[in-house]
């Protein structure tokens, strides 16, 4: 019962460790120089009903590895930080160490090497599995519930984040980022709640998020028609709301007094709704709590002109749900009865979490109870039952992140909403200044940014001495790495690689989208010239560059475009500019 | 001398004017010369609607300079034909379009999934795992709809290029199936053979679709390279399923663009082929999409509908389960019948598999196709169960078995009589299917042996089910009442009946009367007061819902409701052949009258607004003529895009006019070609004969119901992203544009302002490859090519 009352206590945490990112639309970019040739950009954001403050809060940093240059070809993303701040026990904050002053918090990701968090996230599985879980369940429950609940508030800061990434990137506020480099980091951003995330390639993040995206937009609109659907074969007021610009995201159920006085005791199918039957002689008769009157006009219409009003109904609110939800919407508040969502998401982790955390059951080592769950989960999730976490995370996310912002609702209901939902104004993470504070450090992010330039210059030149000295880092437990100290020379050198890979990523996307490249064609024809007239000092990345040469010539609408790239994949001296000819 | 010298003039003029007449005659006869396009290479976009591609094509990118379609600007804007007013045929859903499209015919499928009332046989159209299962195992060689053509003995296109001169991909009309592709497709999605592809595919979700998609591409280059074949087509479904789903529009424009890239890469393979300067190709799609990026589709559930008592308490039949994503059942691809059960049915200890007394399609889109049970039958049905009971009093069963027995000889009569006229063609198709497999021996290569044994097996089928229907009848028009009669043994099974009437569609008997069966003064059985009856009519056109939550979307769901009127029962002032009643409500009707072409004068339309259409028992007809005014079905006098002033449409209207004239005078109104389109889905053609023909009287659905804008009718799961069907202009603009090599004739940078609809792609092509037929009953687009193929008859 201990046992049971601790995971309840960190359901409920993470429940509430969410934070409710600005409010959308007012958002900007800072650009913070550090020195040593590189940037912080930083993303902040507004609350505009916050009628407390009027400050913007920092929502995400980036730090963009320039050269010291103008030159956007050869610059590098790097490392990204979760700004918002979470709610952290004393326990919590004992147990994790601060960052001493000066040096650079501990990022999100690097998206110089992104396949790191794998290893890591591995090697804490693996201590989990081997020394924690073995331990008992003393060990165990705290343990893999600490992890649960600090996981739970991550993704649901990720999902805000991201959130506000993707309405920027709609409206085409990109900052000072490229639109590859803001694909990118979106992508990026995006997999790391994924365990081979990492490992994954740049165009092939960008894939993920995409159909992520477009999965999310097919939900909206499919759990919308849904719940329509069942709302009107129910006899029930159906109310999508959306924050300003945006898709409905949510939506409540309502309850017409006038309707129930003529038709009670009327059939009710629960099915997608998860609420008790509001028909039935047990439910209230009498407007017990929060009620509003609407006035409909003579076709149905909700209106708010009473001199237009055909009639007048009582109406109370039954149900929220999220409609960002796989398949079907995701209930959030039942307001006749508001412990049940919480004391079914209780139930439900209990399922999840019951083999592994609490009776230390490893799936693979019983694979019938692994072959089972994998069943149930399957099959309850065709009917539509809520059985990702994740997928229920980003449902309340999303809906926390509009609710003060939905014009749609009276603001008595609003703030019944947003306190059901634990909606909490935005503070700012200790980590922003413990970044900002590391941007002006010797020791923080300058220092860092020189060790990876070192480490990309000794890939560059000694491949071979590289790898080999993998042995003596992790001899060394990570104290030692093998890097090659900039001078100018080699810095030059730097510039021209990344300016390459640049041009062959430009030309692989080409060709993996199977563009037909004519003289319009400007950035394409700029990266095979690059690639052409610039060999790289890397034998491989020589060899790449032939191939892709080759591949496009064939990929050209014009026979002149097709002469121009063979020559470019041949060595010879082109005759005339690239993109010279006509169609 | 003189006379030698006049006679040497005279000579000199006489060859002047034969050089004369011989040059006119060359210089005419360039002008009426065939096209000699050699090959065609057909892009069937699905869905692509011809609204977005001219919005696309009218916009410029401002760091090129071009369209967001620089390929579709390049080749059909620049250098070819481009057809902007090109509108689906009929009811804009994609099979009954295809099959005009692919044939040049009208079309003889009327939905995409249609059934058989006497045997409830599905031809699932859509539905192509059993295809791809049966192929596998050869026993079929075509999809579901191309074997109706082919028993219909309609050709499509690409038959006439003959055995191994074509090239088609997977679509709707589709003759084999390239297993190679799919095979090679299956490898491509799981890459084992890199590590890395491997694990970006299954991050991202193993994209099957666009691994075949990416096969079937490359098959169609690699056939450009073969000279010998010179018809080839590639299907793409990627904008119709994406613009059901998702409304918004750079997503539906990044499709467009996408289909744009593509027809850019076909080209330029075509460029490279052996008979690139005799190439034609083609663009064409089937219909439009009704989308807007701010609101959401609604559906509207007809089959609950059709389950509450208020709706007739029916036991639906569709060809899929409801919301089947939702299922395990859902999972099932071979499933082609489905009963929804009524809770409400009056049919008491029946089951409701056995007795379906409602059919529709799952995939309504934006109009349906409801077929009822013969509301004779339901009586019968209703009378049997009542004298299954021990205690009916004795006057009341007497009334009750003569009534039973009247409506039995009335069933039986119509039901025999259309036997009756089937049975020569039964008879023949019981020993076709025979002889089809003797001239295919198995040893013979290619398709003709999974072909013949298909066909051999549909029509074997049929003949059973029809024989068994046969019987079931006989079983019940020869019981006497000398016993207790049981229903679950009589009532013919799986079985619907004759069409109904229009009278049986505003009397329909769904239960009976509250108060149970009542008597007429002398001992009858009083029908008028014993069955409860819903005029159908009247009950759709006056749904409405509770929630009315979108800007632009009504509570009314239904926007009219279309039936077919038998010629015979026309009131002879009308001088019609054929009529189609369009009802909104009591007082918002529209008949639209056809008459059949006439030696030199072709078909013709007339519209007249009437109100209170009835037919009585004995099918006599009534109704009251309106003026034209607002408010009517169709909008046709109010719409501002009607090309005739308003000062003259009322004498406009009130006049024949053919469907060329039609056309051009409503295609840009907001039912675009409604008229025409109406009259097409209830056209048949009485010349044809045969069992398969004579059969598509029983496959019509006795209502068609349209939608109003932005409602939908789909069951199987939600499309709130768009829809099509209807006859809306977003639903029906669709896209025609052709391009080709130096040598096809086409004249290039042309603009077509005519209005064209599915009917002219066919006659079009053929003409510019010099194959004209003259009895394609479609126009072919003249203002594109510099030849003139006979017009149609």
């Known amino acids: 019962m201990l046992r049971l009352s601790r995971v309840a206590i960190f359901f409920l945490f993470t429940l509430s460790a969410g934070q409710l990112a600005a409010e959308l639309p007012r958002a900007h970019w800072q650009r913070i120089p550090v020195e040593g040739g590189s940037e912080l950009l930083v993303l902040y954001s507004a609350l505009p009903d916050d009628p407390q403050t009027n400050e913007h809060t920092p929502v995400l940093s980036v730090l963009r590895d320039t050269l010291g240059d103008d030159d956007p070809d050869n610059d590098r993303l790097r490392y990204v930080w979760l700004l918002t701040g979470e709610n952290r026990s004393r326990f919590t904050r004992w147990m994790t160490r601060e960052p001493a002053r000066g040096d650079m918090p501990r990022p999100l990701l690097d998206l110089g090497a992104p396949g790191q968090g794998l290893w890591k996230g591995l090697v804490r599985a693996t201590v989990q599995s081997m020394v924690l879980d073995p331990g008992g369940a003393a060990m165990r429950v705290p343990s893999r519930s600490y992890t649960s609940g600090r996981q739970a508030s991550r993704t649901v800061r990720l999902f805000e984040a991201l959130r506000l990434l993707v309405r920027l990137r709609d409206e085409a506020e990109r900052g000072p980022l490229a639109p590859e480099e803001y694909s990118r980091l979106l992508a990026r951003i995006f997999v790391t709640e994924r365990t081979f995330g990492g490992l994954v390639t740049d165009r092939g993040v960008v894939r993920i998020l995409e159909r992520d995206l477009e999965q999310r937009r097919l939900a909206l609109g499919r759990n919308w028609e849904l719940l329509r659907q069942r709302a009107e074969a129910e006899g029930l007021v159906f109310q999508p709301i959306r924050a300003e610009g945006e898709a409905p995201v949510a939506a409540l159920l309502w309850l017409s007094l006038t309707d129930l006085a003529k038709s009670r005791n009327r059939p009710f199918d629960g099915r997608f709704l998860s609420i008790a039957n509001p028909w039935n002689g047990n439910g209230p008769t009498e407007p017990d709590g929060y009620t509003e009157l609407w006035h409909f006009d003579a076709d149905g219409r909700r209106t708010a002109d009473t001199a237009k009003a055909a009639r007048s109904e009582e109406m109370l609110p039954l149900a929220l749900y999220s409609l960002d939800h796989p398949k079907t919407p995701f209930l959030l508040i039942d307001f006749r009865s508001t412990w049940k969502p919480a004391m079914r998401e209780f139930f439900r982790r209990l399922t999840e979490d019951l083999p592994r955390t609490v009776l230390g059951i490893a799936p693979m080592a019983n694979l019938q109870l692994w072959g089972t769950q994998v069943a149930v989960h399957s099959i309850r999730g065709r009917r539509g039952a809520a059985n990702q976490r994740t997928s229920r995370l980003r449902a309340t996310a999303s809906v926390r992140q509009s609710v003060l912002s939905m014009p749609q609702l009276e603001p008595e209901m609003r703030e019944q909403v947003a306190q059901h939902l634990r909606v909490k104004s935005p503070s700012m993470s200790r980590q922003y200044e413990g970044l900002l504070d590391s941007s002006q450090s010797e020791n923080g992010v300058r220092r860092r940014v020189r060790r990876d330039r070192e480490r990309e210059l000794a890939a560059l030149l000694q491949p071979t001495r590289l790898r080999w000295s993998w042995l003596a880092t992790v001899a060394t437990a990570g104290l030692y790495r093998y890097h090659l100290p900039e001078t100018p020379e080699r810095l030059a050198l730097l510039s021209r690689e990344r300016r390459l890979t640049n041009a062959a990523q430009i030309v692989e996307e080409a060709l993996a989208a199977k563009v037909v490249v004519d003289s319009s064609s400007h950035r394409i024809l700029w990266a095979a010239q690059e690639l052409a007239l610039r060999p790289s000092a890397k034998a491989a990345a020589q060899k790449r560059t032939e191939g892709l040469l080759q591949r496009l010539a064939h990929q050209t609408a014009n026979e002149q475009v097709r002469q121009e790239f063979l020559a470019m994949w041949k060595g010879t001296p082109l005759v005339t500019p690239v993109g010279g000819g006509t169609n | 001398m003189e006379r030698h010298a006049a006679r040497h003039a005279c000579r000199w003029r006489h060859k002047l004017i034969r050089s004369l007449r011989a040059l006119l005659l060359v210089l005419f006869s360039v002008g009426t010369l065939p096209g000699e396009a050699k090959r065609v290479v057909i892009m069937k976009a699905d869905g692509l609607p011809g609204w977005l591609v001219e919005r696309m094509l009218a916009e410029r990118d401002p760091d090129t300079g071009k369209s967001p379609l620089p390929w579709f600007e390049r080749l059909f804007v620049e250098r070819g034909v481009r057809v902007p007013h090109f509108y ?98 299956a490898g491509g999605g799981f890459p084992l053979r890199s590590p890395q592809k491997f694990l970006d595919e299954w991050q991202a979700g193993f994209a099957l679709s666009s691994a075949v998609m990416d096969e079937v591409e490359r098959d169609l280059l690699a056939a450009l390279a073969k000279e010998q074949v010179t018809y080839l087509d590639l299907f793409t479904g990627d904008f119709d399923h994406l613009g059901h789903l998702d409304n918004t529009g750079p997503a539906l424009r990044a499709v467009a663009i996408k289909i744009d890239a593509l027809a850019g890469r076909m080209w330029t393979a075509i460029e490279k082929s052996p008979l690139a300067a005799e190439t034609l190709f083609v663009l064409v799609s089937d219909h439009g999409m009704n989308t807007d990026p701010s609101i959401y589709s609604q559906g509207y559930n007809l089959v609950d509908l059709l389950g509450e008592t208020a709706g007739g308490a029916h036991h639906v039949l569709t060809n899929r389960h409801p919301l089947s994503e939702y299922k395990l059942r859902g999972l099932d691809p071979f499933v082609h019948r489905v009963v929804t059960a009524s809770p409400a049915s009056p049919y008491t200890g029946a089951s409701h598999k056995d007795y379906p007394t409602a059919l529709l399609d799952l995939d309504g889109n934006e109009r349906a196709g409801l077929y009822l049970r013969n509301s004779d039958l339901n009586v019968i049905h209703l009378l049997l169960l009542q004298l299954e009971r021990r205690d009916l009093p004795v006057p009341v069963r007497r009334a009750t078995e003569a009534a039973c027995r009247q409506a039995i ?11 009756l006229s089937l049975q020569p063609h039964l008879d023949a198709l019981a020993t076709a299917g025979d002889e089809l497999l003797a001239r295919s021996p198995v040893a013979t290569p290619g398709l003709a042996v999974p072909r013949a044994k298909a066909r051999a097996a549909s029509w074997r089928a049929d003949h059973l089910a029809y024989q068994e229907a046969r019987a079931a009848i006989g079983r019940l028009a020869s019981f006497d009442f000398t016993r207790r009669p049981a229903a679950a043994k009589l009532m013919p099974k799986r079985f619907i009946g004759e069409p109904n009437t229009l009278h049986q569609l505003q009397n329909y008997v769904v239960a009976l009367a509250p108060e149970g069966l009542q008597l007429t003064a002398d001992g009858r059985l009083d029908e008028a007061r014993s069955f409860r009856r819903l005029n159908y009519f009247d009950f759709l056109n006056s749904l409405t819902v509770r929630n009315v939550v979108q800007a632009g979307v009504g509570n009314r769901p239904v926007d009219f409701v279309a039936v077919r009127i038998p010629a015979g029962r026309l009131p002879d002032g009308l001088s019609a052949n054929a009529a189609v009643w369009v009802s909104a409500g009591p007082r918002q009707q529209l008949l639209i009258l056809s008459r059949a072409p006439s030696g030199n004068q072709p078909g013709q339309l007339k519209v007249i607004p009437i109100a209170d259409l009835r037919e009585d028992a004995e099918g006599r007809l009534t109704f009251e003529k309106l003026r034209w005014g607002a408010g009517l079905p169709l909008a046709l006098f109010e719409d501002e895009a009607f090309a005739v002033t308003t000062a003259e449409r009322e004498a406009w209207l009130a ?76 639903s029906t603009h669709a896209v025609l544009m052709l391009t080709g090599g130096g040598q096809t004739g086409l004249r290039p940078g042309v603009t077509v302002q005519t209005p064209y609809d599915s009917l002219s792609l066919v006659p079009t092509v053929l003409g510019l490859m010099g194959r004209c037929e003259p009895d394609l009953p479609g126009p072919a687009i003249q203002e594109a090519t510099n030849f003139t193929c006979p017009a149609p008859r």
């Open chain 2, 88 to 185: 689906s045929r009929g009811v804009s859903l994609s099979v009954p379009v295809w099959s005009i499209l692919d044939t040049g015919r009208p079309a003889e499928i009327r939905g995409n999934v249609e059934y058989d009332r006497y045997t409830l046989r599905a031809f699932d159209y859509l539905n192509f795992f059993p295809f791809y299962f049966r192929s596998a195992l050869s026993k079929a060689a075509d999809m579901p709809a191309v074997e109706l053509l082919d028993d219909l003995g309609i050709p499509l296109l690409a038959d006439r290029f003959g055995p191994g001169h074509t090239h088609q991909s997977f679509q709707l009309f589709q003759r084999g199936i390239r297993w190679e592709a799919l095979k090679r497709a």
């Open chain 2, 409 to 419: 000889a009335k069933f039986a009569a119509a039901s025999q009589s259309r036997l």
């Open chain 2, 655 to 730: 006049e024949w006019h053919s469907e060329h004239d039609w056309l051009a005078a409503t295609h840009r109104t907001r039912y675009t070609n409604a008229v025409i389109g109406l009259a097409e889905h209830f056209r048949r053609d009485p010349s044809r004969t045969g069992f398969h023909w004579a059969r598509r009287e029983l496959v019509e659905a006795d209502l068609l119901l349209l939608a109003r804008d932005h409602w939908n009718f789909n069951v199987r799961g939600f499309n709130p992203g768009g829809n099509h069907g209807g006859f809306l202009r977003a």
